[in-house]
């Protein structure tokens, strides 16, 4: 169009694409230079374009939960966000439940080659060796590059340990490189403690389910089948209970004054 509405649509979207094309090429830039920084001072084998984190969640040792995070290129990609349930300890060992996390999840990446280019641990010396020898197992040693990240401690600042060095790797505290793997440890911990308290709450109501005096395991199994999930009974009024086949008023009134006793009304 050379005039009219239809040329000013076409400049319109002249403007936008060249707008988008200038972001996508700060952005490259932007990004080219953060993984040289990566590359450079934790000398790593790969660039490191796909970063995946691990963290292990539990408390006191139960429900245990590892929690893998992944960036691509600088940026989250949740559908490559996975949460596992740990299956070999219900004790505080993070040892031993890392190693489990790391061995499902490379047999996955081996089966499916989507292996990270760089590993991040969230933890010392201790979660290192523990990838080490997993990476060794599976011969990928020298195709996954492997960090643990330690939380600072007394103004120390955030230490970076790798494979073959005696003293961590200390960055400036707010180079772009260190506030990087920062930002991809905070996420892998906020993704694990979220699940993390999803599965305890989920715990507690169970508990408080069985706890039920007077009620048997059939009424408790209606319930269930008929409001779906212990989050529903619980926010269940008396007349919702109530109309449950097989529940009748009375059952109702017990349930709902034992589930929320010492609550206000």
């Known amino acids: 169009p050379q005039r009219g509405k239809g040329m000013q649509l076409m400049r319109m979207a002249a403007d936008n694409a060249r707008q988008i094309f200038a972001e996508q090429s700060k952005q490259e830039k932007s990004w080219e230079t953060l993984a040289g920084s990566l590359e450079k001072f934790l000398k790593l084998r790969h660039r490191p374009d796909t970063v995946e984190c691990l963290d292990i969640s539990n408390f006191a040792g139960k429900q245990p939960v590892g929690s893998l995070v992944c960036f691509i290129r600088g940026e989250k990609e949740k559908s490559r966000f996975r949460h596992y349930r740990i299956r070999g300890k219900n004790e505080p060992d993070d040892y031993a439940m890392m190693h489990e996390v790391l061995e499902r999840r490379l047999k996955i990446g081996l089966e499916k080659d989507n292996l990270p280019d760089l590993l991040l641990l969230d933890g010392g010396k201790g979660q290192l060796n523990i990838a080490v020898n997993v990476l060794a197992r599976f011969g990928l040693l020298n195709r996954v590059d492997v960090v643990a990240i330690a939380k600072e401690k007394q103004d120390e600042g955030e230490k970076l340990f790798r494979p073959g060095r005696k003293n ?34 989920k715990a507690t109501l169970h508990s408080r389910l069985n706890e039920l005096q007077g009620i048997g395991e059939k009424r408790k199994a209606l319930l269930l089948k008929k409001l779906g999930s212990y989050k529903r009974i619980m926010a269940a009024t008396i ?14 009134e017990s349930v709902y004054g034992q589930l929320h006793q010492g609550q206000d009304e």
């Open 239 to 252: 007349d919702e209970l109530s109309a449950v086949p097989g529940i009748g008023r009375k059952t109702a």
């Open 168 to 201: 961590p790797v200390l960055l400036p505290s707010h180079s772009p490189a260190q506030l990087y793997l920062m930002r991809i440890r905070d996420e892998s911990h906020r993704f694990g403690i979220t699940f993390h308290r999803k599965l305890r709450n």
